[in-house]
């Protein structure tokens, strides 16, 4: 299947053949304290800066009606997000992942964005659209 819209993601986990819980990690741009004239000059243009996590949360994909319900959920906790990178991990036949589970590899992603090893989630923009970094 194709992902094409962060909704696309919701029917695939909702179609796997084990239950699923999907990890989000919500991201804002921040120029780094350390930033030359050129890396500030470029920000302000709205480009470059360093991805900084904000916030992360779990959900079965039960929980999401869609995209535009996770994104009201993020709206209460007031960060200018830009991105939010997506994640899922799967349960047993007998056992769905529940928010313990996902306790560690939701930590793990919040750190490899932090390294910018983003290369193993799946990123959306606020439309929800997949975004390609790199």
Known sequence: ??????????????????????????????????ASAEQRAAFAAGQGGALTPLMCVDKSPEELASFETLVAEAAQFGHDWVLVFSAAMSGTRQQPPSTTDADLPLQAMVEGIKRGDLGNYLPFDRQGLPVQLG
């Open 1 to 34: 299947m194709t992902i094409e819209h962060f909704n696309d993601l919701l029917s695939a986990a909702r179609a796997q053949p084990l239950p699923q819980r999907l990890l989000f990690v919500f991201a804002g741009v921040e120029l780094p304290q350390d």
